[in-house]
């Protein structure tokens, strides 16, 4: 997976061959001005490797001056027989609202989850609409991503600053992904603040992160320092490493089946 080879985007894309697209996850817990510049710096990253990527962002809602999943859930049936895209450059990454749409597939799983339903299938359903697309980044709250991907082996990207209310608000996450979903985030400690102890307070707070992970959770995480400053450009070498590491566990789709 981390090799060297002139275009990283076919090793990547050799993940499963027969796949739709593959999905990769980030939580999201309302702190916008830390994780979207971190999640634009990763599809980023990223999109170098020429995937073609699209984000649905549960932060957004579908309105019906602002359509996302959910309109492309009722309209499902248009994308059916629709041909994939010719092959050309990869464009710039697509965000697509997607609140309610991945609501509606949450609650799909929680009713089916008498019947036992393997991991990711309420996502496998939207294969064919993403059939363009190599990767999705599945962008939303802990609950839902529980919801839609427990015991997937996805690593769902964790940020954490060294504000305490974010260290608490993320490790409450990283237990309910973990306890609800048995998922293990990866843990990205932001640098939001080009001083020169930021860094430090970034390594502290991913370190601090990780110990009450292990101490009240018995769970065994890493976690990656990352540059992420709204206002300048972030050294592209951490973002990079960040979606190598997302790609590592991600989960190629197909029809009906999320497979790993």
């Given at each position: 997976m981390l090799d060297t080879s002139a275009d990283q985007g076919e090793s990547l894309r050799r993940i499963a061959p027969q796949a739709a697209w593959s999905v990769i996850a980030m939580v999201t817990r309302g702190d916008t001005a830390t994780e979207l510049p971190l999640l634009w710096q990763i599809c980023a990253a990223l999109q170098s490797f020429s995937l073609r990527i699209?984000?649905?962002?549960?932060?957004?809602?579908?309105?019906?001056?602002n359509p996302g999943l959910?309109?492309?859930?009722?309209?499902?049936?248009?994308q059916e027989d629709a041909a994939d895209d010719p092959p050309h450059e990869?464009?710039?990454?697509?965000?697509?609202?997607?609140?309610?749409?991945?609501?509606?597939?949450?609650?799909?799983?929680?009713?089916?989850?008498?019947?036992?339903?393997?991991?990711?299938?309420?996502l496998s359903h939207l294969s064919h609409l993403f059939r363009s697309c190599d990767l999705v980044v599945v962008y939303a709250d802990a609950q839902l991503l529980a919801t839609l991907m427990p015991g997937s082996q996805i690593r769902p990207l964790l940020a954490v600053?060294?504000?305490?209310?974010?260290?608490?608000?993320?490790?409450?996450?990283f237990k309910k992904l973990l306890l609800q979903?048995?998922?293990?985030?990866?843990?990205?400690?932001?640098?939001?603040?080009?001083?020169r102890?930021?860094?430090?307070?970034?390594?502290?707070?991913g370190r601090t992160l990780q110990n009450c992970a292990h101490l009240h959770l018995d769970c065994q995480t890493d976690f990656m320092t990352v540059r992420s400053f709204p206002q300048q450009h972030a050294r592209w070498d951490d973002a990079h490493q960040i979606a190598l590491r997302l790609m590592a566990s991600a989960i190629p789709m197909v029809h009906g089946v999320g497979s790993r």
């Open positions: 699209t984000v649905l962002d549960a932060s957004s809602a579908e309105t019906e001056d959910l309109n492309l859930l009722d309209h499902a049936h248009w990869a464009p710039p990454w697509h965000v697509v609202p997607a609140r309610l749409g991945l609501s509606r597939l949450a609650l799909q799983t929680r009713q089916d989850s008498a019947m036992s339903p393997a991991p990711l299938q309420a600053t060294p504000r305490r209310a974010s260290i608490i608000g993320a490790y409450q996450n979903a048995r998922l293990v985030p990866l843990i990205a400690s932001v640098v939001t603040a080009p001083f102890n930021a860094e430090l307070q970034a390594r502290n707070t």
